[in-house]
């Protein structure tokens, strides 16, 4: 029996290479090694203002962008969130046994609400409750994420936990997988703060469908420091993240990055990135630019992928319900 995997990505904006190299690659690389179900997280981006027309299309546009990358619809279920009712469902009767106090612990929720915590909507902080939902329908034993979800990931063994004790065995206890490097990609204007799609700077990330220029102009330009040398130091915040980046898209190890750069500058670096960048990101686009010259295809995928996800998802939520005193 392979093992289960459940992740996801948030249409809330244009993907980025951390979401590239912080999760969607590594699906790709254990593709084969797992069961697996991807979904497009729209219901997770309408917890923040979304225009109706943009949310559409940027939901065909991740879920092309994930078969871009390399994903199969035939081996793995690719849907979105939303063409599957039991997710909203079952995070109803999540909530009934989620405390508040847990979720107010939740960094993402204190770092996205800021100081507006009285006026975000409700969704924003019961985003978890649904993610929880997301992963347990599916029985997933490992969640590959950037570490920015790991304390998302333990909420959700929380409240499996809970639910088994409170109306017996239901849920599978799920685990992060969690690469060590690439784990958290950086923003190239802002080097302390990760890489994030909602950011309301267009110069921090290096978006997928960037066009070359667009991505040599973000890499020339990322906050570096004044110090000289080109080493893997975790303190020199920027140039370690283009190292990272670097690192993660050549395959070579950092010893032969450190003496590659050996008595070059910034300039050379980012100049060596740009290209890599754009090498790297090629194949993805063209790939992209065939899936979506071909609409009807794409929603086929989806329709067919829909289906797929139910007929598991149900089955649980029928599970839950039962035990839980609802049918
Ligand atoms: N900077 C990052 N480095 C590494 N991994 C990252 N991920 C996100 N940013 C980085 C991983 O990408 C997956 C999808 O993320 P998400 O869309 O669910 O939401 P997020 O984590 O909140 O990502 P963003 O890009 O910052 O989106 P917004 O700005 O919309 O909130 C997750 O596995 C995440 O860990």
Request: glycine letters at 6%; aromatic letters at 8%; hydrophobic letters at 40%.
């Amino acid at each position: 029996m392979k093992k289960k995997v459940f992740s996801g990505v948030q249409p809330s904006g244009n993907l980025h290479i951390g979401n590239y190299l912080g999760a969607i690659r590594n699906w790709v690389e254990v593709q084969g090694q797992y069961e697996n179900v991807f979904c497009v997280v729209n219901a997770h981006a309408i917890t923040v203002p979304q225009e109706p027309a943009v949310l559409h299309a940027k939901t065909r546009e991740v879920a092309a962008i994930y078969m871009a990358c390399g994903i199969d619809p035939e081996e793995s279920v690719v849907f979105v969130q939303s063409h599957v009712p039991a997710h909203f469902e079952l995070t109803w009767m999540l909530n009934g046994i989620t405390p508040m106090g847990w979720l107010n612990r939740m960094t993402q929720f204190k770092e996205k609400a800021g100081e507006e915590r009285e006026s975000v909507s409700t969704g924003l902080f019961d985003y978890p409750v649904l993610m929880a939902s997301d992963i347990l329908l599916y029985d997933a034993d490992l969640v590959p994420v950037g570490s920015d979800q790991t304390q998302h990931i333990e909420l959700t063994r929380d409240i499996a936990q809970r639910f088994n004790y409170l109306f017996g065995d239901t849920f599978k206890l799920p685990q992060a997988l969690v690469r060590e490097t690439g784990a958290r990609i950086m923003a190239l204007d802002e080097p302390t703060k990760k890489m994030s799609k909602s950011s309301e700077s267009p110069m921090g990330a290096v978006d997928l469908l960037d066009t070359p220029d667009a991505i040599k102009r973000k890499i020339m330009r990322a906050v570096t420091d004044p110090l000289r040398g080109i080493a893997f130091d975790p303190e020199r915040h920027g140039l370690f993240n283009l190292l990272t980046i670097y690192q993660l898209l050549s395959g070579s190890s950092r010893d032969q990055i450190e003496s590659h750069f050996e008595g070059k500058g910034y300039a050379e670096l980012k100049r060596e990135l740009v290209d890599l960048v754009v090498e790297s990101l090629r194949p993805i686009q063209e790939r992209y630019a065939q899936i979506m010259a071909e609409p009807q295809y794409l929603e086929d995928v989806l329709a067919r992928g829909a289906e797929r996800a139910s007929v598991i998802s149900e089955a649980k939520l029928r599970q839950a319900k039962e035990h839980m005193g609802l049918l």
